[in-house]
């Protein structure tokens, strides 16, 4: 194994720092606690590049405390994340650029979380592969509690200390975790844990968690981790039952991490296992059902029918959401749920429509610009069983809302699996 003594002089290098600056910029991420946006940096980039460098250099560098935002999550609980100023975001993704390379190339291959040219799908696809090729059909669930919470701040700079030896950047990476946390305008010290949206955060996570992954390894336990979503695929029941406890000590007695007992659970293929927003059966994937509500609601947020909005603006705002659920989900064999939503997605637009017709004439003079000849029925423009009508459907047919730039979710393949989970 490598060991490396001296990398600070790469942080120190402007160009290095521009290329950090390039990726915060196009994370588009939010102001820290001194409201200073990336645009505003941006303004005067070059000096307060050079005003960064010149801290660096003079170890006069000091990591300001994280701003506190909580983000509602699916179960109704919140995520604390801590979002570091725009100057120190800059300094985290110059030095992850640094120490990416040097961790990633021995992680191990089930990793999947926050590694470049590996995503969620990779982690679904091989986990499948483990179910459905290797028919390890019992499944160990594991799920941590506030595993970046409870990060260890001495384990963490000893797992860094393996492969980086060089004392200054043990030091900045320390500086991060001890940066403590504003909470309003009252700040808190931070002792343990390294802030969820930090962007050295991740990397620190799967050098932590990746001494889990390895003595897993030594147990010839096949696992898939993401993040912190763990699952151990096993073929016997009785092999689960001792890989949950193997696990289970590892992650609480060595990593001194919390493990959710109450979530943590054994599960069969044959009734799913839900992993990443989907759920992987012995011959079937399918998106879970939580997903499909979540998914709907933002639909019914972006068509409500007494927007006032005209309907080529609400496909604009609503593209995106439905573009990024469908090419998400898409690796699930839901064919039948989008065509589906795609039928209940446009009778949603079709009441938008009828709405701001307002009046049964303009729907009749719309009928016959399609060459349709009356006479046609009156029908209340406001009702939601209307937009289901015969006059409705041929007013507005599905080759319609294609020209108007609907995404086409119906058409969309689906079902198929991340070949490049095969190699790793």
Not at 23 to 37: E, L, N, S
Not at 40 to 48: C, G, M, P, Q, V
Not at 143 to 160: M, N, P, T
Not at 194 to 202: A, K, Y
């Amino acid at each position: 194994m490598t060991v490396y003594y001296s990398l600070y002089g790469q942080l120190l290098d402007i160009n290095n720092l521009y290329k950090g600056f390039k990726k915060v910029k196009a994370a588009k991420g939010a102001a820290g606690i001194d409201r200073q946006t990336v645009g505003a940096f941006a303004l005067n980039l070059e000096a307060n590049l050079k005003q960064l460098q010149l801290e660096l250099q003079t170890k006069q560098y000091r990591a300001q405390p994280v701003k506190r935002v909580e983000i509602p999550k699916d179960d109704g609980g919140v995520r604390m994340l801590g979002i570091p100023a725009v100057r120190d975001r800059i300094v985290q993704q110059t030095l992850l650029n640094i120490l990416q390379p040097i961790f990633d190339i021995d992680f191990h291959p089930s990793s999947y979380g926050y590694r470049p040219k590996r995503s969620c799908h990779d982690a679904i696809s091989k986990a499948s592969v483990f179910i459905r090729k290797y028919h390890r059909d019992w499944v160990v669930d594991m799920d941590l509690s506030k595993c970046f919470d409870l990060l260890d701040h001495a384990l963490i700079i000893r797992s860094v200390r393996r492969k980086v030896t060089d004392g200054s950047i043990l030091k900045l990476i320390n500086q991060f975790l001890k940066s403590g946390v504003m909470i309003g305008e009252h700040w808190e010290a931070s002792t343990i844990g390294s802030p969820q949206g930090g962007v050295i955060s991740p990397l620190l996570a799967n050098i932590y968690l990746d001494a889990f992954d390895q003595e897993m390894k030594k147990r010839n336990h096949r696992i898939v981790r993401y993040a912190d979503d763990i699952l151990i695929l096993c073929s016997t029941e009785k092999a689960a039952q001792e890989a949950l406890k193997a696990s289970t000590q590892i992650l609480e007695r060595d990593l001194k991490l919390t493990v959710n007992q109450n979530k943590t659970h054994i599960a069969h293929s044959s009734k799913g296992v839900k992993f990443l927003g989907v759920e992987i059966g012995s011959q079937w994937t399918r998106i879970q059902a939580s997903k499909l509500i979540g998914f709907k609601q933002k639909v019914k947020q972006l068509t409500k029918r007494n927007g006032g909005i005209n309907l080529a603006e609400v496909i604009k705002r609503l593209n995106p959401v439905v573009r990024g659920f469908v090419n998400y989900f898409s690796i699930a064999n839901c064919k039948r749920e989008l065509k589906a939503l795609a039928g209940w997605i446009r009778r949603r637009l079709r009441a938008i429509q009828l709405r701001l017709w307002k009046k049964p004439s303009r729907l009749h003079r719309r009928l016959k610009q399609l060459g349709k000849k009356p006479p046609f029925k009156f029908i209340k423009m406001n009702s939601w069983r209307n937009s289901l009508s015969p006059l409705s459907c041929v007013s507005m047919p599905n080759q319609w809302f294609e020209e108007l730039g609907l995404y086409p979710i119906e058409k969309v393949n689906t079902g198929w699996l991340a070949l490049s989970a095969f190699r790793k």
